[in-house]
């Protein structure tokens, strides 16, 4: 069974910092690309970050210079370090597992950037 589990979400002051973690359980892990999304009300879902399995990595416009996306095949985790947080950053975080057709989904965390 697979598993993608996002953890570090909360709420934090405009300027501030949180470091999103997902663990992946079930799946090779070492081979799938992996990816963070958000989606906040009334809005589509965004690629915010996204790694391959080689550890390339491309990022929005938006968040470019401000987060950054990592990955540990050891631990089975990718993780996403979020810094000058922003109200416009505010959303439900998910991160997204890919290989070849394959697709999984977490469950998502909260994130809140108050003003």
């Known amino acids: 069974q697979v598993q993608l589990v996002e953890s570090g979400g909360g709420l934090v002051q405009a300027g501030g910092s949180l470091r999103l973690s997902c663990a992946a359980s079930?799946?090779?892990?070492?081979?799938?690309?992996m990816g963070w999304y958000r989606q906040a009300p009334g809005k589509q879902r965004e690629l915010v970050a996204a790694?391959?399995?080689?550890?390339?990595?491309n990022y929005a416009d938006s968040v470019k210079g401000r987060f950054t996306i990592s990955r540990d095949n050891a631990k089975n985790t990718v993780y996403l370090q979020m810094n000058s947080l922003g109200p416009e950053d505010t959303a439900v975080y998910s991160c997204?597992?890919?290989?070849?057709?394959?697709?999984?989904w977490g469950q998502g965390t909260q994130v809140t950037v108050s003003s």
């Open positions: 790694i391959t399995s080689g550890g390339n990595t």
């Open positions: 079930g799946i090779i892990f070492r081979i799938h690309a």
């Open positions: 997204n597992a890919k290989y070849l057709v394959y697709s999984y």
